[in-house]
């Protein structure tokens, strides 16, 4: 089954522990992206990746790094969460930007 | 930054209505444009994209494109209860720019 799969996909952690949020995708996309979703605030960018070793910053990468090593894993790290990091996050990817981006389940991360 | 605006909700319609949902952007270079779905509690969903100026139809709903004026709708016709959702927009960037910029959506419900 094609599909984009994210762990863990509820977490709980505290104010400085570095954690990371895995992503993968089985359908051989070359576009990956990490979002976060916010009450009001819609999807907004976070990272994104066109191809292994090519990422860039979204609208909103502070606080967060991302590796792209292979074509069909992109993980977020936070080095240092802190509780303006608290969201619902979602990974995505597509064959290209002018395609479908297919979503991953979803993350929802709090930070106290 | 580019800006992605939606009309804002929540839009309540009667059955078998029709819904009118509008978005502006202010990247004059954007080339793609969608529009997802997303349920509560669950990961946005493509259902439409549209790349050239005018019409598109896809059973009841139809996206519509005006470069010029810089705006994407969606017109939901003979509402249902099932189209109860928030609907995002998203635009892509300039040729140089491969970010994915989305709206804070719009909340529809159908009132059976």
């Known amino acids: 089954e094609a599909q984009v799969t994210q762990n863990p996909r509820y977490l709980i952690t505290v104010t400085g522990k570095k954690l990371t949020v895995t992503c993968s995708q089985n359908?051989?996309?070359?576009?990956m992206s990490w979002y976060r979703q916010d009450p009001g605030l819609g999807l907004r960018q976070i990272y994104y990746s066109m191809n292994v070793e090519v990422t860039d910053k979204g609208d909103v990468p502070e606080g967060y790094k991302v590796s792209r090593k292979e074509k069909r894993n992109f993980p977020l790290i936070l080095e240092s969460p802190s509780p303006n990091q608290t969201s619902l996050y979602f990974c995505?990817?597509?064959?290209?930007?002018?395609?479908?981006?297919?979503f991953g389940p979803g993350t929802r991360l709090t930070v106290l | 930054q580019k800006e992605v605006e939606q009309n804002s909700g929540p839009l309540s319609v009667p059955e078998g209505a029709i819904a009118s949902l509008n978005c502006t952007y202010s990247?004059?270079?954007?080339?793609?444009f969608f529009w997802y779905r997303q349920y509560s509690g669950k990961s946005p969903e493509l259902i439409m994209f549209i790349y050239s100026n005018g019409d598109k139809e896809d059973g009841r709903f139809t996206a519509q494109l005006n470069k010029a004026s810089q705006y994407v709708s969606l017109l939901i016709r003979d509402s249902q209860p099932s189209d109860s959702a928030t609907y995002l927009c998203a635009v892509d960037g300039s040729s140089n720019d491969y970010k994915l910029s989305f709206g804070a959506g719009t909340t529809v419900t159908v009132r059976a």
């Open positions: 990247d004059r270079g954007s080339q793609s």
């Open positions: 359908m051989n996309h070359e576009y």
């Open positions: 995505a990817s597509s064959q290209g930007l002018a395609n479908e981006q297919f």
